[in-house]
């Protein structure tokens, strides 16, 4: 079974200061890809990053990074000098490998509010 | 390029009542995934549909069943509403079924159905 965490269920941070969004995933799959998407207000979900599991090179995009690890299985997120539209709901998600593409299990998600 | 659209966008259903979402996919996109997503919990896997088949399914029972046309939209419906199926209804599409080097899913803003 799959299974994903993301401890965090709200932060509250000031604009410019950096945040990180932690996520902790289950699978006993040797091959399986990890997801970040966004959700605004608006509720579409917004896909942001996806990593393979033989690929732990961490990702900077911007103000957004990413740290894989798995020895940890964690596989965090980072916004750097953060802005008030950053304000949203982040899922971390899993999907195993050989797996049709839709079938993505999401964590409980974190809600992250920006103040100016 | 035409995103995923879904219709309606809220709905309000008394218990008992059978329901049909519906869901135009991006365009070049041949499969069709849908998710439940509760109030505050992150998106839950209900069924995928690749050219018209059935392809893989969630923790959802048989009252819950969908379509996928031949021009690869879709639609999702709930018969005998119960209370607890209130949720944002949310519809991706992709191109394909294996989750390697393909593009992401794509989700469409939802629809918000609320059963009294």
Redesign the interface.
């Known amino acids: 079974a799959q299974k994903?965490t993301?401890a965090q269920t709200e932060i509250s941070v000031v604009e410019k200061e950096d945040v990180t969004l932690d996520c902790v995933y289950e699978t006993r799959d040797t091959t399986y890809?990890l997801?970040w998407?966004k959700q605004p207000p608006?509720?579409?979900?917004?896909?942001l990053i996806?990593r393979n599991s033989f690929d732990e090179q961490n990702e900077i995009s911007g103000r957004y990074s990413w740290n894989f690890q798995k020895s940890t299985s964690s596989f965090n997120f980072t916004i750097t000098a953060s802005q008030v539209v950053d304000s949203a709901v982040y899922?971390c998600?899993l999907?195993p490998?050989?797996?049709?593409?839709?079938?993505?299990?999401?964590?409980?998600?974190t809600i992250l509010t920006v103040h100016p | 390029e035409t995103g995923v659209t879904q219709s309606p966008t809220h709905l309000i259903k008394t218990r008992g009542q059978q329901v049909t979402l519906r869901c135009s996919s991006q365009s070049g996109h041949n499969t069709v995934s849908w998710y439940q997503q509760a109030l505050g919990q992150g998106p839950q896997f209900i069924f995928q549909y690749y050219r018209e088949e059935e392809n893989g399914r969630g923790n959802f029972p048989p009252r819950f069943s969908g379509l996928q046309f031949p021009n690869y939209s879709s639609e999702l419906n709930v018969n005998a509403l119960e209370l607890d199926d209130s949720a944002l209804y949310l519809c991706a599409s992709s191109q394909g079924m294996a989750g390697g080097n393909l593009s992401p899913l794509h989700f469409g803003n939802g629809t918000r159905l609320t059963v009294t």
Do not use: D, H, I, P
């Open positions: 994903v993301q890809y997801f998407y608006s509720g579409e979900l917004v896909f996806r899922f998600a999907l490998g050989g797996t049709s593409y839709g079938k993505l299990t999401f964590g409980q998600g």
